[in-house]
């Protein structure tokens, strides 16, 4: 096994253990749409059951496939993520790390569509009556891995671009 698999290995298992601990806990002592104020204002711990995907995008759907394709998609998803993360060479460490991240959150949202057929979310931000929609923290590893992912995608086209420019430049002298 090599280390970016070692890494994988590692840090999805603690993050998907964190992902589950802390939704077991929310479901353990906070009721369904309750909260628990922690910054007053700003944030709570909500206890929110979320059908939909990303956002509650389809949450008011009552299809009876609407959960078995989530499921299936989510496979797919996952597969796709480690074969990216098979062919990304080991020096590309941001975009491993984002594989890593997106790995983690699609796992431990898997688990509760499997478990439950809806994702549990509980960090609930806001500004009076302007609320973020809530979310948890395998959607906070997939949001910070495709930022991760996009980061390392424009630092690697302007480096492209660069280089080519430098070429250029020599070529013409």
Partial sequence: ??????????????????????????????????????????????????????????????SS????????????AIGAILVFFYQTPNDHRMTLTGLILLFSGAIGNLIDRIMYQEVVDFLDFYFGDLHFPAFNIADSCITIGVGLLFIDLFQRDRDLRRMQAESRTKSGQ
């Fill in 1 to 62: 096994m090599s280390n970016k698999f070692l890494s994988l290995f590692l840090l999805s298992n603690v993050l998907i253990i964190l992902d589950q601990f802390s939704k077991r806990w929310i479901q353990a002592y906070i009721p369904e749409n309750h909260s628990l104020p922690l910054i007053d204002g700003f944030f709570s711990l909500t206890h929110i059951r979320n059908p939909g995907v990303a956002f509650g995008i389809f949450a008011s759907s009552t």
């Fill in 65 to 76: 496939v609407k959960i078995p394709l989530f499921i299936i998609f989510s496979i797919i």
